[in-house]
């Protein structure tokens, strides 16, 4: 139990399009979801929360309207970046908070490598 | 402010040869410490959760502690397919109900045959 899945896994992109990524908890109900993006050699930096059925919550210093979330049911949330640009290439990786393991812990996806032209 | 260091930052280890990553801490209202293995290019995979001062996890050649300060995740005979980074996370009381982690920075582990 308690296995999350990004789609897809790998993006290359122009600049100025938009991406959107996928993140499903499989075998679970995940009231909420995690979106974090990470740079090489450096920890996660979470960039928002997202429960389902509102409005997700961005960390600070994350453009709201750069990164747009949906956590539309238990088991699916996306990540659209718009308008992409060189500096939004990263790894961006989501978790869901829920599954066999307990009320606190974070299942993460495999994550998602974009990368902007 | 929340805050969480881990040492040392990369560590290289002979196969067999035993240690321990540290993972220190302030935080206020501690609900949960996380510790997880990342291998390049993939997500983090969930190892432990510990709550209280006291308490030990283990799972095969790994064993995780902690301290009212700090985590210890001891590494006993290690082998080369435990090289990674491990990352340690806080949870700190709900703010607003998001039940976000504080992450460290990691340790890079490589063990070699």
């Known amino acids: 139990g308690a296995v999350v899945s990004q789609h897809p896994s790998r993006v290359i992109c122009k600049s100025g399009t938009s991406v959107k990524i996928e993140c499903r908890s499989l075998?679970?109900?995940?009231?909420?979801m995690f979106w974090y993006r990470q740079f090489p050699k450096q920890s996660l930096m979470l960039m928002a929360t997202?429960?389902?059925?509102?409005?997700?919550?961005?960390e600070q210093g994350v453009e709201k309207d750069k990164f747009l979330i949906n956590h539309a049911s238990l088991t699916l949330s996306t990540l659209t970046v718009t308008s992409a640009h060189p500096e939004d290439s990263s790894f961006y990786i989501c978790?869901?908070?829920?599954?066999?393991?307990?009320?606190?812990?974070?299942?993460f996806g495999p994550g998602t490598r974009l990368t902007v032209l | 402010e929340d805050q969480v260091t881990q040492s040392p930052e990369a560590l290289r280890l002979q196969e067999g040869e035993s240690s321990s990553l540290n993972c220190s801490y302030t935080v206020s209202g501690l609900r949960g410490l996380f510790w997880y293995r990342q291998d390049p290019g993939k997500g983090p995979e969930f190892l432990f959760t510990?709550?209280?001062a006291g308490e030990e996890k283990e799972k095969e050649r790994l064993k995780a502690t902690l301290t009212k300060k700090e985590s210890f995740l001891h590494i006993t005979a290690p082998k080369p397919e435990d090289s990674a980074t491990y990352l340690c996370?806080?949870?700190?009381?709900?703010?607003?109900?998001?039940?976000?982690?504080?992450f460290g920075t990691g340790t890079r582990l490589k063990v070699l045959a």
């Open positions: 997202s429960n389902e059925g509102s409005k997700a919550t961005y």
């Open positions: 978790s869901a908070r829920g599954g066999t393991g307990g009320y606190n812990e974070q299942f």
């Open positions: 510990l709550y209280s």
């Open positions: 075998d679970f109900q995940a009231t909420t």
């Open positions: 996370a806080v949870q700190r009381g709900a703010i607003r109900g998001t039940y976000k982690y504080i």
